[in-house]
């Protein structure tokens, strides 16, 4: 642990900037979760110590600057096709570490067919998936994931299942298929759930580093901006409406399953 | 004691951080500006209640809070 001396006196330091992150502030909203969702991964980059061997893949949407902010190599690819480019950068590179970095309309939207394939394929990559029911960057325009009744400025009456349909759920999607190793979703509403989704996100990692398969962890996240509410009603927001319509949890877990297994079943006995 | 070191440039005044703290030591005063132009909230602890939890740091999106605890000095 780092230790600094302040007016005389020896300090351990708890809680700083991890090392996997550049110096530059985040240039997203205030109370936005993105800069969370940076932190805990630089946190679980730094504690696996694979910086030095990491490709982060930037999707399009407000991340599209997260090579600015994370301190290894990246790659900024078209809108939807990050797991297409991290399929072939993990075929030249098998020592590197995969991590690509995509939104609800990059990933859910436009995304959708390279991210089910990548999955079905199991590559070796790391996906870490941020929804937050709308297309930030853009002026907060309806997702497929936006949910049922939610006001955006392409569905002003809030959104109808007769006309537009249902919020997709990736995790549920994904997670049927035998190339998947590990889904889970978490949620970023508060302390509690952010070292759960730290924990989720160590684990995605391990599953690369130890071959299992494709990996994926889907954080529920909030845009106050586009929500048009405060920073604390936007958590709240997360918190009531959107673990309630994509409810939290791990959705496979190839350790768990691998255990399973292994175990003698008792009804032959 | 332990306590908690706020980067008012870093700060964007979001004030997640006010719930997150147990013992309600972080206060948007708006006292000051910072160099973009923001309310950075302000921690006042004068009775030394900061136990170190670390939950604001968690809690915080622009990783402008350091927790720092101090080094317990073995006695011989």
Redesign the interface.
């Known amino acids: 642990m780092d230790?600094?001396t302040?007016e005389g006196?020896?300090?351990?330091?708890?809680?700083?900037?991890?090392e996997s992150?550049t110096d530059k502030?985040?240039t997203?909203?205030?109370?936005?979760?993105?800069?969370?969702t940076h932190?805990i991964i630089a946190e679980v980059i730094d504690e696996l110590d694979i910086q030095h061997r990491c490709i982060g893949i930037a999707s399009v949407g407000c991340s599209v600057f997260s090579y600015e902010f994370f301190d290894f190599d990246f790659i900024s690819v078209p809108h939807g096709r990050a797991l297409a480019v991290a399929t072939g950068a993990k075929r030249m590179r098998p020592n590197a570490v995969l991590m690509t970095y995509q939104g609800d309309g990059d990933l859910a939207a436009i995304g959708t067919a390279e991210t089910i394939h990548a999955c079905n394929r199991g590559e070796r990559v790391t996906c870490i998936f941020v929804n937050n029911a709308i297309y930030g960057m853009t002026g907060g325009q309806m997702a497929p994931t936006t949910l049922l009744g939610m006001k955006t400025t392409t569905s002003p009456l809030g959104r109808d299942a007769t006309r537009i349909g249902w919020p997709i759920k990736m995790s549920e999607m994904l997670s049927p298929l035998p190339g998947a190793a590990y889904i889970a979703r978490v949620s970023m509403h508060?302390?509690k759930h952010?070292?759960k989704a730290k924990a989720a996100i160590k684990k995605a990692f391990r599953a690369q580093l130890e071959d299992k398969g494709f990996s994926m962890v889907e954080v529920l996240s909030n845009c106050n901006v586009n929500w048009h509410m405060?920073?604390?009603d936007a958590?709240k927001f997360v918190k009531e409406k959107m673990t309630e319509n994509f409810p939290l949890g791990v959705y496979k877990d190839v350790w768990e399953e691998e255990k399973a297994a292994k175990q003698p079943k008792k009804e032959e006995g | 004691m332990?306590?908690i070191e706020i980067l008012d440039?870093?700060c964007?005044?979001?004030?997640?951080c006010i719930?997150?703290c147990p013992h309600e030591l972080i206060h948007n005063t708006k006292a000051k500006l910072n160099k973009r132009g923001?309310y950075p909230v302000e921690y006042v602890d004068p009775e030394g209640k900061c136990t170190?939890c670390?939950?604001c740091?968690?809690?915080?999106?622009?990783?402008a809070?350091?927790?720092?605890?101090?080094?317990k000095k073995k006695s011989a």
């Open positions: 230790t600094v302040l006196t020896e300090y351990n330091v708890l809680a700083k900037r991890p992150l502030p985040f997203y909203c205030p109370g936005c979760n993105h800069g969370t932190k508060d302390a952010i070292l405060t920073p604390e958590v | 332990p306590m440039d870093a964007k005044g979001c004030l997640l719930p997150a923001l170190g670390r939950l740091a968690i809690v915080c999106p622009d990783v809070i350091r927790v720092y605890k101090e080094v």
